[in-house]
């Protein structure tokens, strides 16, 4: 037994929501630098002078680890807090982190309920216009 503490030392969270578990599991290293920084730390923000590249790849980060928790509402909430600052890479990790899930049935919702869902509707908006600028030659997006 673990005898109730995990890793970096600190109490382990019984039950309680997917958040604290999800901070739990990240107490080392993160820890030491003031939090996990992963989507489900509500004061989440990426680390000051980072290079675009980091940034990007950063927020991917954050939309990947929401969708490991299997929670739709996690994922929407997650992209729609970044979705002003994502690239074409990070609009298309979205898009196909949310199909994953409903298709995989890991998630309660349809794809017709999921057609219906604004923060749906958003991103693929927001995928959609991305693709008429590479198409016409307008994104000036090098990343």
């Given at each position: 037994s673990d005898n109730g503490k995990g890793k970096g030392g600190g109490k382990r969270a019984r039950g309680g929501s997917i958040a604290s578990q999800h901070c739990w599991q990240h107490r080392g290293e993160y820890a030491k630098r003031?939090?996990?920084?992963?989507?489900?730390?509500?004061?989440?923000?990426?680390?000051p002078q980072m290079s675009n590249l980091r940034y990007h790849k950063w927020i991917n980060r954050q939309v990947t680890d929401a969708a490991n928790t299997g929670n739709?509402?996690?994922v929407l909430d997650t992209i729609t807090r970044h979705i002003q600052s994502m690239n074409s890479i990070n609009l298309v990790?979205?898009?196909h982190r949310v199909t994953k899930l409903v298709a995989s049935?890991?998630?309660?919702?349809?794809?017709?309920?999921l057609l219906r869902i604004e923060q749906f509707n958003d991103l693929w908006q927001k995928v959609s216009s991305?693709?008429?600028l590479h198409?016409?030659?307008e994104s000036a997006?090098?990343?």
């Open positions: 003031g939090g996990c920084g992963h989507a489900f730390n509500t004061h989440s923000s990426p680390p739709l509402d996690v990790t979205a898009l049935g890991a998630s309660a919702v349809t794809v017709s309920e991305q693709i008429e198409l016409t030659g997006e090098i990343e």
